[in-house]
């Protein structure tokens, strides 16, 4: 089991920067796939970046160009950097890992689920 557990979330004004963090109970493996949700009231948890076994990353086309997705070297901790943050940006933010080997574009569409889920941050950005 990995417990997941995410920080950095809070409020910013539109075309501000946020950093969120989400640290692992234990070392993910190099087989695991990482990746970054969101979810607003009402609206289907959508993916929005992910890194697969291969380290081949994938983004939602809304957020291309704005937002990274990194893990550290102790693969303990899962980073999503957002720059030019905008008010559709705000919603209930996940960091998720999965052990099947699926591929990053398999997991930002979540054909097959994910293993493991944080228990979400909130990110609102006014305008």
């Known amino acids: 089991q990995v417990q997941l557990l995410e920080s950095g979330g809070g409020s910013v004004q539109a075309g501000g920067s946020l950093r969120l963090s989400c640290t692992a109970s234990?070392?993910?493996?190099?087989?695991?796939?990482i990746a970054w949700f969101r979810q607003t009231p009402g609206k289907e948890r959508e993916g929005v970046a992910a890194?697969?076994?291969?380290?081949?990353?994938r983004y939602a086309d809304s957020v291309k160009g704005r937002f990274t997705i990194s893990q550290d070297n102790s693969k303990k901790t899962l980073f999503l950097e957002m720059s030019n943050l905008q008010p559709e940006d705000t919603a209930m933010y996940y960091c998720?890992?999965?052990?099947?080997?699926?591929?990053?574009?398999?997991?930002?569409?979540?054909?097959?689920?994910?293993?493991?889920w944080g228990k979400g941050i909130q990110v609102t950005i006014s305008s």
């Open positions: 234990r070392n993910l493996h190099t087989s695991y796939t």
């Open positions: 890194i697969d076994s291969d380290g081949t990353s």
């Open positions: 998720a890992a999965d052990t099947r080997g699926l591929t990053a574009s398999q997991t930002l569409r979540l054909d097959f689920g994910m293993n493991y």
